[in-house]
């Protein structure tokens, strides 16, 4: 046996392991429903793909899922795209968002917080009322089971009310974020169709209020099909001419009445980033989601009832959707509207502190640059209640790991840190935290429970310590039951199952380790082929972003005519830094030692800046498509970017070089 495995950054101590609920459902699914008592976790992972129907029977037990009709069966249909789940069952998402009401009426459902770090309770008794008049409302103005609702909001209280009550009438949910501008808005709201629009008059950030009305009268005048428009006065403006004025809906004092409907009738609508083309229009329902976050929230990320649950996020991204869904373990939900390094870098650590979140979420991005501002949360806060960090929206560098567990030990903490990792289209996670698993830097402790996981070659053959596609051979409940406006399914199936068919593809590269564990490489649609030799772009992020004169990174592999391969490296440097030969050469010197010798690039091109979607993630398909001489207008979607200026600079490079 070889005695070189790496040792784990954090191993849970055995009360941790006894205590966390996986460890609780794993002892009950095995008396009643024949689940390996011994193995831990790897024997109750493998159990659930093998077992899908017992196992998710079980997770609706576990969790007391109240089916208002019975189901047939667990799942009917199993082929992807395309399986039925708990086809007969009825149910509402928002019942059970508001279960612990019965037992915590006065307690914190949501604690509220902006830039002034002022903390607002929202109690749960307070929120079953408010969902209950404005879901009577709702229903007042003709919002039926399927319609759909949108909200350009923030994250603020109202935006979750508002949710809870489309989901409670049986309506459709769609949100994006007061930052994203008109057309980007349009390109997904005008897809499907809204009847009534929830909206703020405008929304503060980094110190500033930023005035929404003129955005707002223009998707107004843009979407025909509203019979109403909400407005919320964040900023203390008169509703306009026309409008519904939030607080004279939600002042009833009125129960709930939930519509019950199909397990797979849609909940709500979320959009890809829709970087090269209109963003897809991502349908998921009641019960997946239901079912999916309970078994994420409850059993992975350990949440019940004695949790805060703090996510930074905005409702443009599917984290605000699975951070509203904290509420279905009866945890209190924190939500923080602002920047998130304003007044300071600090920023969301100093929500944390304040609001005595259990468990932190927050980018990998915010934990390198807290990491590069010489941050330490730890020793200068009072965070003594966090029990795990959990990063997304890129793989968490090891330096990252590393950071995270030095100024947490230093204060004695035992810190749990969970990278995860999923997507928008299945609105959870494939890989990520275990509690009772140990961690090792720079990579997820496991595949998620239901979810076959699995590195693919070409060939559809499945390795392990090798990099290869990530791909789910069995179905989960919350994966998309179809896009809107695509009649024939033809295009979820290209999507997701053209490459190999009846399997989920999801276009990252991954590798699975021989002890379970999985590593992110970044996006196999923009890999990095030299000579033969393929390596994800984010492993040259992690390398190069360690350099502190170097901010952000951007690496493009393009293909040439002539069979040629052209793989520049564009770096914003940070402030006072020059990309002089000294620089260049420890670029060069990073990837070559790290890495690999193939894949030093062929330039190094500082930029102004390197550009994001609107919810954060580098671009690197529409940038390659420039480069290979694709017009700006026909490569991105010029709704889809945080600073559209920024491609400018790619393309006149690309014309330069033609």
């Known amino acids: 046996m070889s005695t070189d495995r790496p040792q784990p950054l954090w191993q849970p101590d055995p009360q941790r392991v006894a205590q966390a609920r996986i460890t609780r459902f794993q002892s009950w699914a095995a008396e009643h429903h024949g689940a390996p008592a011994d193995g831990g976790y790897p024997a109750l992972h493998r159990w659930s793909v093998d077992e899908p129907d017992t196992f998710w029977k079980a997770v609706t037990e576990w969790f007391d899922v109240r089916f208002s009709t019975p189901y047939a069966r667990v799942l009917g249909d199993r082929a992807m795209p395309g399986a039925q789940w708990f086809p007969g ?25 902006d830039e002034t770090h002022e903390t607002v309770p929202v109690t749960w008794a307070a929120l079953r009322r408010q969902v209950g008049s404005l879901a009577a409302e709702l229903r007042a103005l003709g919002v039926r089971p399927g319609d759909r609702v949108s909200g350009y909001l923030p994250n603020i209280p109202q935006a979750v009310v508002a949710l809870l009550a489309t989901a409670a009438v049986g309506g459709v949910w769609t949100s994006c974020a007061p930052d994203f501008g008109a057309r980007s808005v349009l390109d ?7 009847v009534v629009l929830f909206t703020v008059d405008g929304y503060r950030y980094g110190g500033k209020e930023h005035d929404r009305r003129d955005t707002v009268a223009e998707l107004r005048r843009e979407l025909p099909t509203l019979r109403a428009v909400v407005h919320i006065p964040l900023l203390g403006t008169e509703a306009p001419e026309g409008t519904l004025d939030w607080s004279a809906l939600t002042a009833a004092d009125t129960e709930p009445v939930f519509e019950q409907v199909p397990f797979d009738h849609p909940l709500w609508v979320l959009y890809s980033s829709g970087t090269t083309g209109l963003p897809k229009a991502i349908v998921q329902s009641q019960g997946g ?35 509203v869904s904290g509420l279905l373990t009866g945890t209190t939900v924190v939500l923080y509207d602002g920047s998130p390094g304003f007044p300071a870098t600090d920023a969301q650590w100093r929500v944390a502190e304040r609001t005595g979140a259990t468990l932190f979420g ?77 961690v090792h830097i720079g990579e997820l402790q496991a595949p998620c429970l239901g979810t076959d ?16 596609e990530l791909v789910v051979t069995n179905p989960m409940p919350s994966m998309p039951i179809r896009f809107w406006n695509d009649p024939d399914g033809s295009r979820y199936h290209d999507s997701y199952f053209d490459t190999y068919p009846g399997v989920w593809r999801h276009g990252d590269w991954i590798t699975v380790t021989s002890r379970g564990s999985v590593v992110i490489h970044g996006r196999s649609d923009s890999t ?3 000579q033969g030799v393929r390596m994800g772009s984010a492993d040259i992020y992690e390398a190069v972003e360690r350099l502190p ?16 391969y052209w793989m520049p490296l564009f770096v914003h440097l940070a402030p006072g830094s020059t990309l002089d030969d000294t620089l260049l050469d420890r670029i060069k010197r990073t990837i070559r030692e790290q890495l690999s010798p193939r894949h030093v690039p062929d330039e190094v091109i500082e930029v102004p800046g390197i550009p994001h ?10 940038v390659k498509r420039l480069l290979q001489g694709t017009p700006l207008d026909k490569a991105v979607n010029p709704g889809s970017i945080d600073n559209l200026d920024l491609l400018h600079f790619y393309e006149e490079l690309a014309r330069k070089r033609s």
């Open 549 to 564: 004169e170097i901010r952000e990174s951007l690496v493009i592999g393009v293909e040439q005519p002539e069979g040629g």
């Open 453 to 468: 996981l699995q590195a693919w070659d070409p060939h559809g053959n499945p390795v392990t310590d090798e990099v290869g």
């Open 528 to 530: 990095l082929n030299r």
């Open 188 to 194: 997904r709201f005008q897809q499907v169709e809204p």
């Open 289 to 323: 989601i239901l079912v999916e976050h309970l078994k994420q929230l409850g059993l992975h990320c350990d949440l019940g009832p004695e949790d805060r649950f703090f996510w930074y996020t905005s409702t443009g991204w599917m984290m605000w959707n699975f951070l």
């Open 89 to 113: 069952a009825t149910l509402n998402y928002a019942e059970h968002a508001l279960r612990a009401t019965d037992t915590r009426a006065d307690e914190p459902a949501l604690l509220y917080v």
């Open 362 to 438: 927050t980018s990998a991005a915010y934990v390198m640059a807290c990491r590069k501002a010489d941050v330490h949360p730890a020793r200068d806060l009072d965070l003594s209640r966090v029990q795990c960090v959990a990063t997304t929206g890129s793989p968490l560098p090891p330096d990252g790991f590393r950071w995270l567990h030095d100024e947490f030990a230093e204060s004695g903490a035992d810190l749990w840190i969970a990278s995860v990792s999923g997507g928008t289209d299945v609105c959870s996670c494939f890989a990520g935290a275990v509690p009772t698993l140990p």
């Open 613 to 622: 979607t609107l919810t954060g993630k580098r671009i690197e398909v529409p």
